[in-house]
């Protein structure tokens, strides 16, 4: 195996001499390579779902059967978005009711059972998503590095988990990567900087609605290209702003009829407030196992502290306004819990339950992903824009996680966009093998 950092179209890609059938599949016309990955993503996908034990499954997320199902059923039914209680929903937005409600009327034609449709059309938008991952790491660093994100990412176990039940994410993810792969080639020049911009904003958009999380994402990356150097100063700037007016345009509808029906201007949804005090509470309450983290006595003071305020604080600036007096107050308790949620975000379970064997299957990943991410950085300066680029993704989706309740699920969209540092670090790890197997004469990979 010969590791190259640097070859003709600046890439980052390993050539392995030995691994014929990666030179066979990568000479296949793109469009069989796309349908090859996403139907071994679908067996892989498939075979966890209805192979997993129901000990080790998940509890399915409470805001289904209380919030995204009754909507579903009355979009379905022609009443519009509205919730259990006849009300305009407005905790969430409307993207997942309206899968929910396209998937209930597919399985109301075909008489098939409509929350077993819903995971067969959460595993094909799975596996859609493993492909822009494959397609955008390719993009960045090349077919190797590609081709083994992909596999990291179809196997990742947490992703599968999202497919288990039905989950806001599948469908979320599905646009988000896709956004990004769409803005990925307007920064490699492979598409106007007009269409790859716009259209991504629309993407953006569309995610946003699904999921509220990706409210300033498209702020950050617009942002972020700024920092692709490859692309002339012009383009970028053009793609930037039709990033923004995309999402803008996607999400307008929503916006305009919730102040048609309102009078208020509500930012994709209500959630916010009782979300970000869900994140200053969440060690004092029990998860559904019963269970509660074992937290310092300051953080328990801040913790109560909330709860005992809870119902005073309406508004994202009534939270603010608390945190700043807990900054004063207890400065040591907001301290913990900053690193408590920093560390928490990547290992953190609604249930509170083995969250010390979650820990340990994620602690791979982390150290590939840090140790990829060095060898880009030293060793391939000249993807040093694509490395920033991509550890945006994370980084956002960190710090929205630290706004609110620290959770696993709410990073696993980010973790995508980690995964070829780590295919990075272990291609690399793998050529120093051979290497050093040359050295001593033992038999190598050729």
């Known amino acids: 195996m010969r590791l ?55 509890s399915i997320n409470a805001d289904y059967p209380t919030h995204y199902k009754p909507t579903a059923e009355n979009i379905l039914h022609g009443r519009g978005v509205t919730g259990s209680n006849g009300q305009l929903q407005l905790t969430y937005p409307p993207g997942y009711p309206v899968f929910l409600a396209f998937a209930y009327g597919v399985a109301g034609m075909l008489k098939l059972p409509a929350d077993g449709t819903v995971i067969a059309f959460g595993l094909l938008c799975g596996s859609a998503s493993t492909v822009f991952v494959y397609l955008t790491a390719v993009l960045h660093f090349g077919k190797s590095i590609g081709l083994l994100s992909w596999f990291l990412w179809a196997t990742y176990i947490p992703n599968l988990a999202t497919l288990l039940h039905p989950n806001s994410e599948v469908p979320f993810m599905l646009f988000l990567f896709c956004g990004i792969w769409v803005l990925s080639r307007g920064l490699f020049g492979k598409g106007g900087a007009v269409t790859a911009g716009s259209l991504a904003g629309v993407l953006l ?79 004092i309450v029990s998860g559904t196992s019963g269970e509660q983290a074992n937290i310092p006595d300051q953080l328990r003071s801040l913790m109560e502290t909330t709860r005992d305020q809870r119902a005073s604080m309406k508004s994202v600036g009534d939270v603010g306004r608390f945190v700043r007096q807990q900054a004063e107050s207890n400065r040591e308790g907001l301290l913990q819990l900053v690193f408590f949620k920093l560390v928490r975000s990547w290992y953190g379970m609604y249930s509170q339950r083995s969250e010390t064997l979650v820990l340990l299957l994620q602690c791979p990943y982390l150290i590939l992903m840090a140790t990829g991410y060095v060898v880009v950085i030293k060793r391939a300066q000249r993807f040093k824009s694509s490395s920033l680029f991509l550890s945006v993704i994370p980084a956002y989706f960190l710090g929205m996680s630290m706004l609110v309740m620290p959770l696993l699920r709410y990073m696993v969209p980010a973790i995508a966009f980690l995964m070829p540092f780590a295919a990075i670090a272990l291609l690399t790890a793998a050529a120093a093998l051979e290497a050093r197997c040359r050295l001593v004469g033992l038999p190598t990979f050729e």
């Not at 890439?11 to 066979?24: C, D, E, H, P, T």
């Not at 002339?232 to 793609?239: A, L, S």
């Open 4 to 58: 190259d950092f640097m070859d003709s179209k600046s890439q980052l890609i390993v050539y392995s001499n030995g691994m014929k059938w990666q030179a066979r599949f990568f000479s296949l016309p793109w469009y069989r390579q796309v349908s090859i990955l996403f139907f071994a993503s679908l067996a892989i996908g498939a075979v966890f779902v209805i192979g997993l034990p129901e000990h080790y499954r998940p």
């Open 205 to 283: 958009g569309a995610a946003a609605l699904v999921r509220p999380v990706a409210l300033f994402l498209p702020f950050v990356l617009a942002l972020a290209v700024f920092a692709f150097a490859g692309l002339r100063t012009r383009k970028r700037i053009v793609m930037s702003l039709l990033l923004l007016v995309g999402f803008g345009i996607s999400t307008a509808p929503w916006e305009i009829y919730v102040k048609a029906r309102t009078q208020k201007f509500i930012p994709l949804c209500l959630n916010g407030p009782s979300s970000m005090l869900d994140g200053l509470e969440f060690a």
